[in-house]
């Protein structure tokens, strides 16, 4: 995004326009930053090739994937529903990863039918349950088993996942217990190590050590994995000060490892190639004068992006329009929910707001829709897919009378 004689502009569109045309809340997409995110995703690695599984997750949107799935790129799912969507975007079943702690019987029927690529298992309860499936129908399944490194990701704790006290993934000694079990099993192909350990991760540091651990269990295991599963968690920069992720080293570390075991790797990034590609416009319902600080009270809420209330995440907020004015006092920007959690952000020296204008929270493309929700009964935003100076809606905006 850029101004563009004091006008905010995604792509070629005016933020003005995209308001008054289609309302608030809005979400949009860049189509043109999707792509650069794509290419250089591709870039990074392409000295190995990986099989890149976008990360459903982060963003559920059918049309989207469908754009993305045109780059080749897999998908990384964790629930039936999100199975069901890859396919539904006609995402090759033979690039497609099950991962997740708790699939139910069903979900591993439907996966096995479908003949993805892998179901990457994280229990000997999960497991068996695999293979009484497989054995029912006949059928050799491929699957993976997910390994917890424990090693910390150095991210937020609820975001990470390759520590010992976290629930995924599986102990060294189980893991060796597990192989053990599959080598002997008719109905299980044990073809790939997983693991996972966090998501936005800006230091490389991390998956050197991850890298290490599973380096030393392939060793002990002396078993062949057709694949290495290094998971996502590649942060991005949510604002100005952040560092970026060192891509180029983790890229010499991966191929260090590679000199070793001649697996192929497989990606699950989701935020790195979405997250910066989505905006959300709201419109300023009303500003609440207080002793300290301004309420300004937005049209987007908490259930339109969970993020802040959920991790406490801050999100670049910009105007639609510059102006010359600089508000004296602190402003704190709230959605209408009855919530004291329903807030986006506390900016000093913000350019003056009045009521009914229009602003802009950056970089929301990764679990900000996916986790919308419907609380209050508030409708779900648009969603508009921006190329150039195209608008596509890729999902429209929720009526009430389709909550009743």
Aim: positive net charge.
């Amino acid at each position: 995004m850029k101004y563009i004689k004091k006008k905010l502009t995604i792509e070629k569109v005016k933020i003005e326009d995209i308001a008054k045309k289609f309302d608030t809340p809005t979400y949009c997409y860049s189509y043109t930053q999707l792509k650069k995110n794509i290419d250089n995703f591709k870039k990074n690695f392409k000295s190995f090739s990986p099989l890149i599984c976008f990360a459903v997750k982060s963003n559920t949107n059918l049309n989207l994937i469908r754009e993305i799935q045109k780059f080749g790129l897999g998908a990384d799912v964790v629930s039936m529903g999100e199975l069901m969507m890859a396919l539904k975007a006609g995402i090759n079943p033979k690039k497609i990863v099950f991962s997740g702690v708790g699939k139910t019987s069903k979900e591993i029927s439907y996966a096995i039918d479908k003949k993805i690529l892998l179901i990457n298992a994280e229990s000997k309860s999960e497991i068996k349950e695999i293979d009484r499936i497989a054995r029912l129908k006949k059928k050799k399944v491929q699957i993976g088993i997910r390994l917890n490194p424990n090693t910390d990701a150095k991210t937020l704790s609820q975001i990470s996942t390759g520590k010992k006290e976290n629930k995924f993934g599986v102990n060294e000694k189980t893991f060796l217990e597990l192989i053990s079990f599959c080598q002997n099993s008719k109905n299980i192909n044990l073809e790939c190590l997983s693991v996972h350990i966090g998501s936005q991760i800006l230091d490389h540091k991390p998956y050197e050590k991850m890298l290490n651990v599973v380096d030393k269990i392939i060793e002990k295991t002396k078993h062949k994995f057709k694949f290495i599963d290094l998971g996502g968690g590649m942060g991005i920069s949510y604002d100005d000060n952040s560092k970026k992720l060192n891509y180029s080293k983790y890229n010499i570390a991966i191929k260090k490892f590679l000199k070793k075991h001649s697996s192929k790797i497989i990606f699950e990034p989701g935020r790195s190639i979405v997250g910066d590609v989505g905006i959300l416009i709201s419109k300023v319902i009303y500003i609440k004068e207080n002793d300290k600080k301004d309420f300004v009270i937005l049209d987007a809420a908490m259930n339109d992006l969970m993020r802040p209330a959920l991790y406490g995440a801050n999100h670049k907020t910009l105007p639609s329009i510059k102006r010359n004015q600089v508000s004296k006092k602190t402003y704190e920007f709230v959605g209408p929910i009855c919530e004291s959690t329903d807030k986006f952000i506390s900016l000093k020296k913000f350019q003056k707001l009045k009521e009914k204008d229009i602003v802009v929270m950056c970089d929301v493309g990764a679990y900000g829709m996916s986790l919308s929700s419907n609380y209050n009964l508030r409708p779900k935003p648009v969603e508009l897919l921006i190329k150039g100076s195209k608008i596509r809606v890729i999902k429209k905006r929720q009526k009430h009378t389709d909550l009743m």
